[in-house]
């Protein structure tokens, strides 16, 4: 079946330690995106991505990285310089052209301990 | 700054009924809107769709409607189902980027 795979679904790190969500998509799509998810909030943009070799920060990129190596994979780094990175974690994929709608992984919880 | 606001954070409607979710923005250069729904620890499942040339967009049960002047849209669904109970995203793009609100949660009572 075609979809967007993330894994693990939960994670738990040591503060002060780094840790890479892993976001896989086998529809084919060019542009693939991360949002963070906090409780009684909308989805914030953290990066996204319209082609391979090539990513923008989005609204909350400050202590976040990405890579885009390959069209299926969008992997996201939480670096020790975010300041409160325990959050749901969410991958997108999507069609380049502006009226397709995104697609969206089951997310990734991340818990500092 | 938040630039799509759903004010209400939760609705309550019978099952039979209309449920309605509203959505309010402040960018006018949103060129397309799109709801979401949500189960708890599960992505967002794309409902519905409208582009900001149209006022109206209608799929089964589910319609949008979109108010430019107003900046307003709105979701209806008829009738309400035990399945839609799930939380709600308005979303609106700009761009390739989307812009969601924070969420109503519905509940659909037997």
């Known amino acids: 079946d075609g979809g967007i795979t993330q894994s693990p679904k939960y994670l738990f790190r040591k503060e002060g330690q780094n840790v890479t969500l892993s976001c ?32 923008q920060k989005g609204d909350i990129a400050e202590g976040y990285s990405v890579s885009r190596e390959k069209k299926e994979s969008f992997p996201l780094t939480v670096t020790s310089a975010q300041k409160n990175p325990t959050a749901f974690y969410l991958c997108a994929s999507s069609m380049r052209a502006s009226n397709q709608p995104q697609h969206f992984g089951d997310g990734t919880r991340l818990s500092i301990l | 700054d938040q630039q799509v ?47 900001s040339i149209k006022d109206k967009n209608e799929d089964g049960r589910f319609t949008v409607f979109l108010n430019k002047s107003a900046k307003h849209l709105s979701l209806h669904i008829v009738p309400s189902q035990p399945g839609d109970s799930a939380v709600y995203f308005c979303a609106a793009k700009n761009d390739y980027k989307l812009s969601f609100g924070a969420g109503t949660t519905v509940t659909v009572r037997a």
């Open chain 2, 5 to 51: 606001k759903q004010n209400s954070p939760s609705l309550s409607v019978q099952e039979g009924r209309i449920s309605i979710l509203n959505c309010d923005y402040t960018n006018s250069m949103f060129d397309y809107f799109l709801w979401y729904k949500k189960y708890p620890a599960e992505g967002p499942t794309f409902l519905i769709s409208i582009s």
């Open chain 1, 24 to 55: 896989e998509q086998n529809l084919n799509h060019d542009a693939m995106y991360w949002y963070r998810q906090d409780p009684g909030q909308g989805l914030r943009l953290i990066y996204y991505s319209q082609i391979v070799n090539d990513f």
